[in-house]
């Protein structure tokens, strides 16, 4: 049986051109029925027909109040959550997002080829990959480093790309447990061209499988 997400996408900072390509990306990867919605009202109903939540390059303050409520209640009770990209520049007035999410963007050197370690290959996020990937990407820098709260999975190989900011130790993709339930978080994501890639969609799959407990 599909597993069945509600994607959201709304934006209220920067918006990412690579929004309509990361849709079809969770549309077509295979193993997810996708709700995609820009409406915060849709946030503010019943979430528990969804397996996981989806934050998809979601900027800005983009929720309700009710829908923080309902957001937090889901998560705690068992519900997955997965933020993907500029997630982590998202709803910066609410802390439990901070602490849900695992940090929060700080800044990005220029989008550029650069080398991401894998650090667990146990996770079906990062268990295809390999021991060095090479990608192209923003390398988010994070205002501070989750490491001590999180699982991390990969992190950026700063000496690969020009303008890191975090040093030696800098995590990128992670996950974490948040009450009863998972929470997945990557990174990397910023051009269209990286849903295309067989890869980084192997990686949302596998990412978001796991937020849902569906793998």
């Not at 409520?69 to 802390?95: I, K, M, N, Q």
């Not at 997002?97 to 370690?117: S, V």
């Not at 994070?142 to 975090?166: C, H, I, K, W």
Request: include cysteine; charge should be negative; glycine fraction near 12%.
């Amino acid at each position: 049986m599909p597993v069945r997400l509600l994607v959201y996408t709304r934006t209220t900072a920067y918006r990412h051109d690579s929004i309509p390509a990361g849709v079809e990306a969770l549309r077509t990867v295979g193993g997810f029925e996708v709700d995609h919605t820009e409406d915060p009202r849709a946030l503010e109903g019943p979430l528990d027909g969804y397996a996981a939540v989806v934050f998809l390059s979601t900027s800005g303050e983009v929720l309700t109040p009710a829908g923080r409520e309902r957001l937090a209640a889901y998560v705690e009770a068992g519900g997955g959550f997965a933020g993907v990209h500029s997630a982590a520049c998202t709803e910066y007035d609410w802390p439990y997002y901070g602490e849900l999410l695992g940090a929060r963007f700080d800044r990005h050197p220029d989008h550029q080829p650069g080398k991401a370690i894998v650090e667990d290959h146990e996770h079906p996020a990062t268990r295809h990959l390999p021991a060095v990937w090479d990608f192209v990407d923003e390398w988010y820098d994070f205002r501070t480093n989750p490491r001590a709260a999180v699982r991390v999975l990969a992190s950026a190989d700063e000496s690969s790309y020009d303008g890191g900011g975090m040093g030696a130790d800098h995590p990128l993709v992670w996950c974490r447990e948040q009450g009863a339930g998972r929470v997945f978080y990557t990174a990397l994501g910023h051009a269209a061209e990286a849903y295309e890639d067989p890869d980084f969609r192997a990686h949302l799959r596998g990412g978001i499988d796991w937020a849902a407990n569906a793998g």
